[in-house]
């Protein structure tokens, strides 16, 4: 790509921010220009005319043409890069929550934001008032959904985190993580398991790694956890598979076909079945469960907190706390 790239923005915004964090994460080079919407700089003639006729930020400017909308802006850096999955699929998921969020998730907790942190609750119109309790409660079932889904995932094991980065990160605020390939999920609740393309020549090396090291875990289980065919799993079994001599067994969590949780559990139950005392690890029962319970019950006393201190705040100055101890990430950023 050689044409410059402008992001035409208000750095506060949650929108902005989403086009700058993928230009960090791809390592491209933006030069920034702000306008302040508080006194509608995204209004003007000039703006209308030539950046965005709709008269909101983010724009991404490449070269001489324009393109509004944060998502397009932000899959637009990110194309080509680690970041957008080039498996149907995975590309069709990623593009699911984009405009999930667009629909589900900005137009309330991103407007709800803006209004209490920004406009200020005694500043609302009537209309946006009544909004209020729409919005928050469509805001909570939003994060509920996102809490579900990420509940579970495990960037180390899918390759994506190192401990050693996270460490890095845990000692230096500033320090930005490095991924080393795009998220990707590794568990699916419901549905067939499905396996990215770029995994699938792993499937007998986990398979038969299974059969080596747990002979007791039936076929059918196996076709659960790795996903495959029974005929696969018995040709593997007898060794008459046609690529056999290629075949080396490798443990499936690792591969990123399945999670240890699944694995131990199918080997737990085999076990029993077969009247083997297995190690039982105890530790993911109804973990999970547990966990978003926990994150719900955090949220909500956030919540009230929040709005306690809204109640009480007055004129009074304004903290760059969203939550007790959390900074607000968008509020005084260094332009960069
Ligand atoms: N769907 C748009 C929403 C853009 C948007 O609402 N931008 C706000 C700031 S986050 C804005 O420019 N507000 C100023 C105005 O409407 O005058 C996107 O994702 O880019």
Redesign the pocket.
């Known amino acids: 790509m050689t044409e410059a790239l402008v992001l035409h923005e ?1 750095s506060a ?4 921010y989403k086009v700058r964090l993928a230009a960090a994460m791809v390592g491209m080079p933006l030069e920034r220009r702000e306008y302040d ?1 508080m006194n ?1 700089e ?2 003007t003639a000039d703006f209308l005319q030539h950046v965005n006729a709709n ?4 724009v991404l400017q490449v070269g001489e043409r324009f393109i ?4 397009a802006a932000t899959y637009y850096v990110a194309d080509g890069s680690p970041l957008i999955p080039t498996d149907p699929f995975d590309h069709a998921d990623m593009l699911r929550w984009m405009f999930w969020e ?1 629909y589900s998730h ?1 137009p309330n907790i ?1 407007t709800l934001r ?1 209004w209490t942190g920004w406009v200020g609750l005694d500043n609302l119109t009537e209309a946006q008032r009544l909004q209020l309790s729409v919005k928050r409660e469509a805001g909570n079932a939003a994060l509920k959904l996102m809490d579900e889904h990420l509940t579970g995932r495990d960037p180390i094991r899918a390759n994506e985190l190192t401990h050693a980065e996270i460490e890095k990160g845990q000692n230096d605020p500033d320090y930005r993580l490095q991924m080393h390939k795009a998220p990707e999920e590794v568990r699916r609740t419901r549905g067939p398991r499905y396996t990215p393309v770029s995994k699938r020549q792993d499937k007998p090396d986990g398979i038969y790694w299974i059969i080596k090291n747990h002979p007791e875990v039936t076929d059918g289980q196996i076709s659960k956890l790795i996903g495959t065919t029974r005929t696969t799993i018995a040709a593997i079994r007898e060794r008459t598979h046609w690529n056999m001599a290629n075949i080396t067994p490798k443990d499936p969590v690792t591969l990123g076909l399945t999670t240890q949780r699944e694995l131990d559990a199918a080997v737990a139950k085999a076990a029993k079945a077969a009247g083997i005392q297995a190690p039982t690890d105890t530790r993911f029962d109804s973990d999970r469960e547990a966990l978003i319970e926990e994150l719900r019950g955090e949220r909500e006393r956030h919540v009230r907190e929040a709005e306690a201190a809204l109640a009480n705040a007055g004129d009074e100055t304004v903290s760059d706390e969203i939550f007790p101890g959390i900074r607000d990430p968008f509020k005084n950023i260094p332009s960069e």
Do not use: D, K, L, V
Not at 13 to 16: E, I, L, P, T, V
């Open positions: 208000y915004s949650g929108n902005c919407i509608g995204t209004r008269g909101r930020i983010p509004p909308e944060s998502n667009q900005e991103a803006f």
